[in-house]
């Protein structure tokens, strides 16, 4: 297993981005359509298409959901999806009777702050959204300064975009792809130490651990200034078959995830969003089958937002806060760099 959202089998993953405007835009489609629901935890949220995801909905089912920066002008990213999936779906075989619909959503990030050219006439991100579904792949992608990640921030460090993958006991893979834009921190105080710490794999972040102690200080808050709002976005994703309205549940509980790894989560200002997707691969899970891939949830969703933070990629932009590697280094320790 390689620690991406594409280890679950009928998963494609695909970034584009523009550094021009340091945004970006990442995209999943799925090999058969996928049952999805949502969280939606922050007061902020720029979305297209949601409201369709809740269980009560007559469509159960998508194509393809698409994570961006740009807020609200990014969300023309899924008009460029749908323009691939159209064309697609142009050559398969006709089905009398019916018209082949396209079904994309997208959860869209604030990153209009971070310089770069945004004084263009007609939005870029249908553009980008139509390079990432074309690019999209099951080989593993880039983490950190690519597609919905590229423009993104945390309160102290360079956000970006992350993903990580556990197997249950019962065989069941959960994954997460997650693009880190926070109001708050996702790492402990002023120091290295991340706050995914206790749950990280294979030093995947640095293999620090958590200060002892942690004191007041690192406790305290630590957002970004008033005229910057910040999104953590992404997908946590099972190849076990779920019905919508545990596909809702699995959303929440990486939601869980977003709220053991950035202090603090779900502000006012924030637009914490969580897609939770079933690809139906495997069987239905017992209750405590079931439970074990929410715990999952939560724990693949706080180590791909450290991973995200970790990965990002230092760029010399002005006035923009350091990366974790330009302000740590590739040689911090737990006894050297101590929050």
Not at 278 to 298: G, H, M, R, Y
């Amino acid at each position: 297993m390689d620690g991406y959202l594409s280890d679950i089998d009928g998963i494609q993953v695909g970034h584009a981005q523009d550094m021009a405007i340091r945004s970006g835009v990442s995209v999943i489609r799925f090999a058969r359509p996928a049952v999805a629901s949502i969280s939606i935890t922050g007061g902020a949220p720029a979305l297209r298409d949601t409201a369709l995801l809740e269980p009560e909905m007559m469509v159960e089912r998508i194509h393809a959901i698409v994570l961006s920066g740009g807020s609200v002008y990014g969300l023309d990213a899924t008009s460029g999806v749908q323009s691939v999936l159209r064309d697609e779906f142009a050559r398969l075989p006709s089905v009398e009777g019916k018209i082949r619909v396209p079904i994309v959503v997208q959860a869209s990030l604030f990153d209009l702050a971070n310089g770069g050219d945004k004084a263009w006439t007609t939005s870029p991100y249908a553009a980008l959204g139509r390079e990432a579904a074309l690019a999209a792949s099951t080989t593993p992608v880039p983490l950190g300064t690519v597609g919905a990640g590229t423009g993104a921030t945390t309160s102290t460090l360079r956000g970006g975009l992350g993903s990580a993958s556990q197997i249950t006991p019962q065989g069941y893979t959960v994954s997460a792809l997650i693009a880190v834009n926070a109001i708050g921190s996702g790492t402990v105080g002023d120091g290295p130490h991340f706050w995914s710490a206790p749950f990280e794999k294979e030093a995947e972040f640095g293999g620090l651990g958590l200060p002892q102690p942690c004191t007041d200080d690192d406790m305290r808050l630590r957002i970004k200034p008033n005229h910057v709002t910040g999104t953590t976005i992404g997908v946590v994703a099972t190849d076990a078959t779920l019905t919508p309205a545990q596909a809702k549940r699995l959303a929440i509980l990486g939601q869980d995830g977003v709220a053991r790894a950035i202090l603090p989560a779900h502000l006012p200002q924030d637009g914490d969003t969580i897609f939770g997707v079933s690809t139906e691969s495997k069987p239905a899970p017992d209750l405590v089958a079931f439970c074990d891939i929410l715990q999952a949830a939560t724990l693949v969703v706080a180590r791909a937002i450290a991973r995200g933070i970790h990965q990002a990629t230092p760029m010399g932009w002005q006035g923009c806060v350091p990366s974790w590697a330009e302000r740590f280094g590739p040689t911090a320790t737990a006894k050297g760099h101590r929050a």
